[in-house]
């Protein structure tokens, strides 16, 4: 029984040392660029093990105001057109997610931008009820921690839009060759189209599929208002602490 205590003592420690840990990671990155993250490192070792000798990740760190407006937009239209306003979880989202895969084949997503960069940076590849309570806690810190432009950031920058390429720099100079700060409407919208699957979908060569998500996409940040939309992002961060 004694050891049983002292087990439990122990794991109880590591734990809370662990959470400390993060817990001063996520605040340091409120102001710290990230070197890489988990799904930059997972993708390098995936390939190596695989002996993708050809795999090299791209990942070229730019700030907020030099990336295009437009691109912003776009995968704000795209991935979670209610990022100004939820506190990470959208649950409207959720809630049709929930009705539209109990009757189709074809799962849909509800991750927000907030749930998006606790698992790109932090987590794995993958589903599962305990990665799942992992990426929560991690959004709940983020959205506490973070200012909503600086959550933006770091998702443009860490987002994949193509097997190695990460954030939209990397992408605008593979794909378009030319900074980031330079991409216009339909360019942006391209790269937002393959978000929600960036190694099936393709910028440089867009299915038929891809163009008609990027149209979709085109128009919707059109609907939301175009890149004056932004302004109340700036106005939470600017509400925030």
């Not at 420690?13 to 070197?35: D, I």
């Not at 939301?224 to 939470?236: R, V």
Request: net charge positive; hydrophobic share 45%.
């Amino acid at each position: 029984m004694r050891l049983l205590r002292r087990l439990a003592r122990g794991l109880l420690y590591s734990v809370l040392v662990v959470a400390t840990l993060v817990a001063l990671t996520v605040f340091a990155l409120r102001w710290l660029n990230p070197p890489t993250s988990a799904f930059m490192i997972e993708s390098s070792f995936t390939a190596m093990i695989a002996g993708e000798h050809d795999y090299a990740t791209h990942y070229q760190w730019v700030d907020l105001e030099q990336i295009s407006a437009q691109a912003a937009l776009a995968v704000i239209a795209s991935e979670d057109q209610q990022f100004p306003f939820h506190a990470g979880f959208d649950f409207n989202s959720i809630r049709e997610a929930v009705r539209h895969n109990a009757s189709s084949r074809h799962a849909r997503g509800a991750s927000t931008i907030s749930q998006q960069v606790a698992k790109n940076l932090f987590l794995w590849a993958g589903g599962g009820y305990f990665r799942k309570g992992l990426e929560a806690g991690l959004t709940l810190l983020i959205e506490w921690c973070w200012p909503k432009e600086r959550i933006l950031e770091v998702y443009l920058n860490i987002a994949e839009f193509g097997r190695g390429i990460y954030g939209v720099q990397a992408a605008a100079l593979r794909y378009f060759h030319e900074n980031a700060r330079r991409l216009n409407r339909a360019d942006a919208a391209l790269l937002a189209a393959v978000l929600p699957s960036p190694r099936r979908l393709h910028v440089d060569a867009p299915s038929a599929y891809v163009q008609a998500r990027r149209e979709w996409i085109a128009q919707q940040m059109a609907e939301l208002g175009g890149t004056a939309y932004l302004d109340s992002i700036e106005a939470e961060t600017t509400r925030r602490p």
